[in-house]
């Protein structure tokens, strides 16, 4: 059995578009309108120092390319204007950032970038042209198997520069179909010193932990003075405490039919509604090394490896008014009991309610009215690590070849443990739901802890994963002598990927239930700015009773063991790729040149997972023809046209593919599908860009993707074992995977300027319109009324705008980045929603001499509210707010 959603899937027809026949058309039209008087230009080398070098130097690259690209260099050595790559991709037009996996909300820091309007899973990262594996520290996110490289992991001190890849061509490696960021270290011979060191030490002071960090990073490269062997090093060492203030829908559900107020029968009500506060301590430590050698003067060959581990400590504390048995009765007895006074209910929800402590009279025995649950993440991390060797031979002057031969592995586990105490029925409890969508807890009496026998709670498991990949690829350039095909390419590539998910259930031995355990030294309260970053305060004074973190950790070092296989939620998924390809340069004229090419991939999959009903292990097999072309026409000496035509690849993330991610109290989940295809997209481009002045650009475009095989998520009772229950089956409600058809059309316009002196601004926008264009029945867009059929992960609307000011002395930048509401995932058959949210980032440098700078950087200025919400926006999953960051700290060079 597969369930109803995978059983009534249909495979979607692979439907191919017409593409030869787009291409030679489009290559005439762009022929015939080629009117430029001179030829392209010649890239030139420039030293990058500063903002409007950099800005120079990537506007350059961008006009020199044969294909869509977007650049982003380096403003000096170890120096990129962010402290995350993500962040200065976030400013690119047509890229869009996610803080968060899924729907746990934003930790504060950008994770994920996507192309074209699509999710992360879309677009492909590489490093120096290879892949990188990477983990997460965030168990749900560890399950969720994602195939999107964790830009945490990647510090922006290794950054040279960063291209950005809009458009496919044959000789990048498949896997992105809305595009690929190609994140590229500097290398040792490029240096123009023999010896060259830089140093930053910095200070990270978070307004919401209220707590200062050190930064410190270190690069030194050497050369031979023959310019024929070099080494950089690179070592990094960042710490971070962050602190989150929350508000959170836990458990949504409906009054009975029989509830005993009518008006409120059948109505959404919050059962747990929760004030969270999450703290982290993050570490990140690592280093970059390669080594250069160049044995003859054709021969080029290359050694480097990198490792990056991030300890994320974590507790989340979530503090929760229980009006659980007002609406099920004491101890789930059925006798459900009205609200004490008037509620209130907007749509088919109910926003506000309260019970107070005679609502049960006299039979309150088995009632709570808080329940307050510590999730303890005491060893969570993660690591990213590769070694990779590289190779440049010129045969002949005619005839050049490259290689590569690596592995990259990457790693995620965490303890996830829930600490729970039920605190008695002291003075009622209720909520009341702002039109932000915070939840204002009212619990007469809820700073203090009331033991009522309530015992102690725990839930929890190990969650370990690795992913690892050996890859190897040849690649070799060919000169014609032809000047319509100037030189060909070709190459071939193999790699073997594996990912492994275990998960152990937790045991907790005798004794861990007795409350009375519980010291009062471990009892406090919430500190009084815990709500202060969220812009409505509960009651004044209020200050919820909190479980200390240490002893949390104390309880679970003590009780809790894990050794027990969590069978339903594993899966080890072993990927075999084979790639080939052949790819033309073209200059048909002066003014138009390009390439075409094709890549042909072989993917097969073995699968070893969990499906109710099914078999233990699940074999695929996949071929792929993706063609590509690009073509540029220099209309004039700085308009410049282009066009692009594709097929591009996606895989389906491997915890699509295999493992449960399940909710036991609300018996609900997301399942997986081992029978999904990949996600193929026919991609579309027109752009034109107006080169007017010098750092100047005035661009805009279109863009269009047909998707085959987009993944939706079907709707599902199966059947799973309740870990929370020994030996008990039960029924959950769940949502998995399916494959099914999409499109997907927008436009961008971008410009940028250094508009006088050393002031220059820049601003972009960009529209995307992603629509599910095949109904599912069991889906959230299955042509009943008030469906949703947006694609997951694309925001409508998004938009950058910054200024830059820079004299030999002092620079200056500002950036604002904003996004409008997107889908971010699918749970239990309701769709969850990230609302709009943008960022102000400020940073500040002031030049002392040629060797010391120092620095003042400010991150998420504006502080936005991150809320989370279900298809009906009046359920809110959550609401989060993480502070600012402000950073001062001193780079040197040498």
Avoid at 260 to 279: I, M, Q, R, T, Y
Avoid at 590 to 604: A, D, I, P
Avoid at 726 to 754: C, H, R
Wanted: proline share 4%; with cysteine; charged share 20%.
């Amino acid at each position: 059995m597969k369930g109803n959603f995978i059983a009534d899937q249909r495979t979607v027809a692979n439907r191919k578009t017409p593409i030869a026949a787009a291409v030679a058309m489009l290559a005439m039209s762009v022929a015939m309108s080629a009117q430029a008087q001179q030829a392209k230009e010649e890239p030139t080398t420039v030293i990058v120092t500063g903002i409007r070098a950099s800005l120079q130097q990537s506007l350059n690259q961008k006009k020199n390319a044969e294909s869509l690209v977007e650049v982003i260099t380096a403003e000096d050595i170890g120096k990129m204007p962010d402290k995350n790559v993500a962040d200065s991709l976030s400013r690119v037009s047509g890229v869009t950032t996610t803080s968060a996996g899924s729907a746990e909300g934003s930790f504060g820091e950008n994770e994920h970038v996507q192309l074209r309007g699509l999710s992360s899973q879309f677009t492909l990262t590489t490093l120096n042209g290879h892949t990188v594996s990477s983990g997460d520290w965030y168990g749900p996110n560890i399950a969720a198997g994602g195939r999107s490289v964790s830009y945490t992991l990647l510090p922006s001190d290794l950054v040279g520069r960063i291209v950005v890849h809009k458009s496919s061509q044959a000789d990048l490696i498949e896997g992105g179909a809305a595009g690929s960021v190609d994140i590229q270290t500097r290398k040792p011979l490029e240096f123009k010193e023999r010896l060259t060191m830089s140093a930053s030490v910095e200070a990270a002071y978070s307004t919401a932990a209220k707590s200062t960090d050190p930064a410190l990073s270190a690069l030194a490269n050497w050369k031979n003075a023959d310019n024929t062997f070099g080494v950089l090093a690179q070592v990094f060492s960042q710490s971070r405490k962050l602190q989150r203030a929350g508000s959170e829908g836990v458990w949504w559900d409906k009054a009975g039919a029989n509830y005993p107020d009518p008006a409120l029968a059948g109505k959404n009500v919050s059962l747990l509604s929760g004030a969270v506060l999450f703290e982290q301590e993050r570490k990140r430590n690592g280093g970059y090394l390669e080594a250069q050698w160049k044995p003859q003067s054709n021969l080029t060959l290359d050694l480097s490896g990198f490792l990056s581990t991030v300890d994320a400590k974590n507790y989340n504390t979530n503090y929760m008014a229980d009006t659980i048995n007002a609406f099920n009765g004491p101890g789930w007895n059925g006798n459900a009991v009205k609200p004490t006074g008037a509620a209130t209910v907007s749509g088919n929800t109910i926003t506000s309610i309260f019970f107070d402590k005679n609502a049960f009279g006299a039979n309150s025995a088995g009632a709570w009215s808080v329940v307050e649950d510590v999730a303890a993440r005491p060893d969570a991390k993660t690591d990213s690590k590769f070694l990779n060797f590289d190779a440049k031979w010129k045969v002949s002057d005619d005839l050049t070849l490259t290689s590569k031969l690596g592995h990259t592995s990457g790693s995620g586990k965490t303890k996830d443990v829930g600490f729970e105490v039920l605190s008695g029925w002291n003075q009622g409890a209720g909520y009341s739901l702002t039109s932000d969508g915070i939840f204002v807890l009212n619990v007469p009496g809820g700073d203090k802890f009331v033991r009522a026998g309530g015992g102690i709670g725990g839930w929890g498991s190990y969650t370990s994963s690795t992913d690892k990949e050996s890859y190897g690829q040849v690649d070799g350039e060919l000169k014609l002598a032809s000047d319509i095909v100037p030189s060909v390419k070709f190459g071939v590539r193999v790699a073997k990927h594996e990912r492994d998910l275990q998960k152990m259930g937790m045991v907790l031995g005798a004794g861990a239930d007795d409350e009375k355990q519980i010291p009062e030294s471990a009892i406090g309260n919430f500190s009084s700015n815990w709500y202060g970053n969220l812009p409505v305060n509960p009651t004044p004074g209020f200050n919820p009773f909190k479980i200390s973190n240490e002893y949390v950790a104390s309880w679970v070092a003590k009780y809790a063991t894990f050794n027990t296989h969590a069978t339903q939620q594993e899966f080890n998924i072993k990927e075999d790729t084979t790639a080939g390809y052949f790819m033309a340069n073209l200059q048909p004229s002066e003014t138009v040149s390009g390439n075409v090419g094709v890549r042909l991939v072989r993917t097969k999959m073995d699968i070893h997972a969990f499906l109710p009903g099914g078999k233990p292990n699940y074999e695929q097999s996949f071929n792929d023809v993706l063609p590509s072309l690009n073509l540029r026409a220099d209309l004039s000496k700085d308009l410049i046209a282009r066009v692009a035509v594709n097929r591009g690849m996606s895989r389906p993330d491997f915890g699509q593919l295999a493992g449960n991610d399940l909710r036991d109290l609300q018996h609900n989940g997301v399942g997986s599908n081992p029978y999904l295809s990949p996600i193929r997209s026919n991609n579309m481009d027109l752009s034109l860009e107006w080169y007017f002045a010098p750092k100047a650009l005035l661009q805009a475009g279109i863009f269009s993707s047909d998707l085959k095989g987009v993944i939706a998520y079907g709707h599902s009772i199966l059947p799973y074992a309740d870990a929370s229950k020994q030996g008990v089956i039960a029924n959950y409600d769940i949502s998995a995977p399916v494959n099914t058809n999409g499109k997907l059309n927008g436009f961008n316009l971008a410009y940028e300027q250094n508009v006088w002196g050393g002031i220059g601004v820049s601003g972009n926008y960009s529209y995307s319109d992603g629509k599910q264009t095949d109904k599912l029945a069991s889906g959230t867009c299955n042509g009943k009324a008030g469906e949703d059929c947006t694609l997951y992960g694309t925001s409508k609307n998004s938009y950058n705008v910054g200024a830059f000011y820079e004299d030999d002395r002092f620079s200056a930048r500002v950036a604002y980045s904003h996004r409008s509401a997107y889908k971010l995932g699918n749970r239990g058959g309701s769709d969850y929603f990230q609302s709009p949210n943008g960022s102000l980032n400020i940073a500040l440098n002031y030049t002392l001499n040629k060797n010391v700078m120092f620095t003042v950087e400010a991150q998420n200025l504006n502080d936005p509210l991150m809320t989370v919400y279900k298809t009906d926006t009046t359920q809110i999953a959550g609401v989060y707010k993480n502070g600012k960051t402000i950073y001062g700290g001193l780079r040197a060079k040498f």
